[in-house]
């Protein structure tokens, strides 16, 4: 079975250009439920460079479904099995201001879109620099 991966390195994530945001926020909650962008958000700024792409986004996933922590591997190689969307296409970079950074690793942080390091990641000629997806086209 052919494994897809999500996974940058040395890259940077700027906000989509189109996102109505100029400072960052934190996304909301839907009721007493966390969303995606919540859920990705938590994971990013509580543990910056723990994860990768591929960790945040099946970390997710898997919460979202209820899968066991035991059918982890098993769930984890069937959802990569198929080419996942990536960070470019997360509420974080469309929506709520944060970019992304990959590390030589392709481990990930995010960074608000206003902050003194998302402009010295932007800048920064040693990384690729891509922005995110537009919402609309």
């Not at 700024?45 to 591997?73: C, G, H, M, W």
């Not at 470019?88 to 003194?116: F, M, Q």
């Amino acid at each position: 079975m052919k494994v897809h991966t999500t996974n940058y390195q040395n890259t940077f994530i700027e906000i989509a250009p189109d996102s109505p945001v100029k400072v960052a926020e934190m996304p909301p909650l839907k009721g007493d439920k966390k969303t995606v962008a919540s859920s990705q958000c938590d994971m990013l700024i509580d543990k910056p460079y723990q994860y990768t792409s591929d960790d945040v986004l099946f970390q997710v996933y898997a919460e979202r479904n209820n899968i066991k922590k035991s059918d982890y591997k098993k769930a984890r190689e069937e959802f990569f099995s198929k080419g996942q969307p990536c960070m470019r296409t997360s509420p974080l970079t469309k929506r709520y201001g944060w970019g992304v950074h990959s590390n030589k690793d392709g481990k990930i942080a995010v960074y608000a879109c206003e902050s003194a390091e998302y402009k010295k990641f932007s800048k920064d000629k040693s990384l690729a620099v891509i922005k995110a997806m537009k919402s609309t086209k």
